[in-house]
Nanobody, 124 residues
Framework: QVQLVESGGGLVQAGGSLRLSCEAS????????MGWFRQAPGKEREIVSS????????YYTDSVKGRFTISRDNAKNTVYLQMNSLKPEDTAVYYC?????????????????WGQGTQVTVSS
């Protein structure tokens, strides 16, 4: 069992930055692929980014490439999402998730554990 707690969301103006954190507790954090997803009102949950167990492989959805950076610190059981040049369309609830396989899956159904989410609102 893994418990995930996100933090760092908030209200920011377009062009601003936020850093999301997701701290894990429970079973060995380094065993898991970690992903960040987001869900806007009326839309399906979508992958934002994911990272392999050692940080050697990463994935970004096209709309955030060049603006967002995912990283992890296994010693702190934490995964981060640095979000720069934020746009109003980035507004959503952001969730971190853990996947016990080694694949950087974009399918939320593949992920085993989820945090409660943190709201990110970008004003124009």
């Amino acid at each position: 069992q893994v418990q995930l707690v996100e933090s760092g969301g908030g209200l920011v103006q377009a062009g601003g930055s936020l850093r999301l954190s997701c701290e894990a507790s429970g079973r060995a954090f380094s065993n898991y692929v970690m992903g960040w997803f987001r869900q806007a009102p009326g839309k399906e949950r979508e992958i934002v980014s994911s990272i392999s167990w050692n940080g050697g492989r990463t994935y970004y959805t096209d709309s955030v490439k060049g603006r967002f950076t995912i990283s992890r610190d296994n010693a702190k059981n934490t995964v981060y999402l640095q979000m720069n040049s934020l746009k109003p369309e980035d507004t959503a609830v952001y969730y971190c998730a853990a996947d016990s396989t080694t694949v950087l899956s974009t399918n939320p159904n593949r992920y085993d554990y989820w945090g409660q989410g943190t709201q990110v609102t970008v004003s124009s």
